[in-house]
T-cell receptor
Framework: AQSVTQLGSHVSVSEGALVLLRCNYS??????LFWYVQYPNQGLQLLLK??????LVKGINGFEAEFKKSETSFHLTKPSAHMSDAAEYFC????????????FGPGTRLSVLP | NAGVTQTPKFQVLKTGQSMTLQCAQD?????MYWYRQDPGMGLRLIYY???????DKGEVPNGYNVSRLNKREFSLRLESAAPSQTSVYFC??????????FGQGTRLTVV
């Protein structure tokens, strides 16, 4: 079965510091990959997506992610954290099958310290 | 453009009661999904509908039923609610080979 792992259920960074959230997936075929953000009591909002074009993907709010096939990874980064980045982040893969279902990682809660 | 709309936003049920969660999308998407979100477990797929007229079980279908009423609407029914079904439920929709769009969620508590 497909799986998505996110290292660290909770990550804390200082305002202005680098943000690095890790995502690894298990798949024999490179899937479509996504990062979503969820603010408290809200739905999930797409940050960025990889759909087999450029391996370095830029998203909203200054985030970017790099697809590395050899490492089966899709880590999310932002050079300088802002207080408004505090939220929960989910990595997801979309499978190449009939239903093309999405499989989500368990999420990483990002705290930004002043 | 409303996107994905879920109703209700909040609900408290007693054990054994039934209810239906409603979801509608206005983006002409073929695929629709129901997920539940529990702390530390991410989103788990309950049921999905790859196209109008089809539905399939996901990872955690027990205790739930779905209806794809038409291309726009996909409802989730709890026939006899249990405390283990206390969760936040999300509906989503998508086209082929791209991202899912999510509703704002339904926070359900079963007492």
């Amino acid at each position: 079965a497909q799986s998505v792992t996110q290292l660290g259920s909770h990550v804390s960074v200082s305002e202005g510091a680098l943000v690095l959230l890790r995502c690894n997936y298990s798949s024999s075929v490179p899937p479509y990959l996504f990062w979503y953000v969820q603010y408290p009591n809200q739905g999930l909002q797409l940050l960025l997506k990889y759909t087999s074009a450029a391996t370095l993907v830029k998203g909203i709010n200054g985030f970017e992610a790099e697809f590395k096939k050899s490492e089966t990874s899709f880590h999310l980064t932002k050079p300088s954290a802002h207080m408004s980045d505090a939220a929960e982040y989910f990595c997801a893969v979309r499978l190449h099958n009939y239903g093309q279902n999405f499989v989500f990682g368990p999420g990483t809660r990002l705290s930004v310290l002043p | 453009n409303a996107g994905v709309t879920q109703t209700p936003k909040f609900q408290v049920l007693k054990t054994g009661q039934s209810m239906t969660l409603q979801c509608a999308q206005d983006m002409n998407h073929n695929s629709m999904y129901w997920y539940r979100q529990d702390p530390g477990m991410g989103l788990r797929l309950i049921y999905y509908s790859a196209s109008e007229g089809t539905t399939d079980k996901g990872e955690v279908p027990n205790g739930y039923n779905v209806s794809r009423l038409n291309k726009r609407e996909f409802s989730l029914r709890l026939e006899s609610a249990a405390p283990s079904q206390t969760s936040v439920y999300f509906c989503a929709s998508s086209r082929m080979n791209t991202e899912a769009f999510f509703g704002q969620g339904t926070r359900l508590t079963v007492v």
